[in-house]
């Protein structure tokens, strides 16, 4: 039986801001990836995440991001590899802190938006972030797209490596992210989507935006939680693959 995890950025929120679907999304996942207060997220939205995942089951994994909080992480930036170490191991203790307070053990790190696109073709970015997430905890399963600098930088680190895919995003034809900024960047057909990623999951391929069809891994895969209808895509999701034969668990639970 195929086996694969279901993960989603949440704990996104700041302040009296509120942003996501969280309290719903987290049934249907077995992993969430949660804002560190750099690009979203505060204490008290951390606090509040991390409750939600021990209530719902769901693993808790670091979503660290730039210090961008007014452009969501979103914005490329440029800093020292030294100072990505030290925000990345900052951010990554915080969610830790956080998660055992509630009697929970931190599962794996993602990096977000700009700093998760950059890190897949910067080799010098990725070490620093691997080395970063090892310098913590060599346990921690790192999370990035297949065959990407990052996955590279995770395995010269010695870090357990969980190959991503996305449900609601094209790809290039090199299995990059087709950028926000294009149209055909999202997939907002449910059907369209839900026969990708289970190709993705017994096939390991899909289809790229120009036609050709790219070998790809799927240990985990990201459905956003941030519009009104991914609570909707992301049962529908769940049950399409367990209808098929995959079941859903948390990624430490097969890697």
């Given at each position: ?148 600098a ?49 190709r ?44 098929n ?11």
């Amino acid at each position: 039986m195929a086996v694969v995890d279901l993960n989603s950025d949440i704990g996104e929120s700041f302040g009296a801001y509120r942003i996501g679907m969280d309290d719903e999304i987290v049934k249907y996942v077995s992993s969430a990836n949660i804002a560190c207060g750099f690009h979203a997220g505060d204490p008290v939205v951390m606090e509040r995440t991390v409750g939600l995942c021990e209530k719902n089951g769901a693993a808790v994994g670091a979503h660290p991001g730039f210090p961008d909080l007014m452009g969501f992480g979103r914005r490329n930036m440029d800093i020292s590899l030294s100072d990505i170490k030290s925000y990345i191991i900052y951010q990554i203790g915080a969610l830790k802190a956080f998660a055992e307070s509630h009697g929970m053990k931190l599962q794996h790190v993602k990096a977000h938006g700009a700093l998760y696109n950059m890190a897949a073709a910067d080799e010098k970015l990725a070490d620093a972030i691997a080395q970063a997430i090892a310098s913590v905890d060599k346990n921690l399963i790192c999370v990035a797209m297949a065959n990407t600098a990052m996955q590279k930088a995770a395995e010269k680190a010695g870090l357990k490596f969980a190959c991503e895919v996305f449900a609601d995003r094209n790809v290039n034809p090199d299995g990059t992210l087709v950028s926000r900024k294009l149209p055909n960047a999202m997939i907002h057909d449910e059907d369209l989507a839900c026969r990708r990623v289970l190709r993705m999951v017994k096939e390991g391929m899909v289809e790229a935006v120009d036609g050709s069809h790219i070998k790809v891994r799927a240990d985990t895969i990201c459905v956003h939680g941030d519009n009104p209808q991914a609570v909707e895509f992301a049962l529908r999701l769940r049950k399409v693959l367990e209808e098929n034969g995959v079941k859903i668990a948390p990624m430490a639970s097969f890697l």
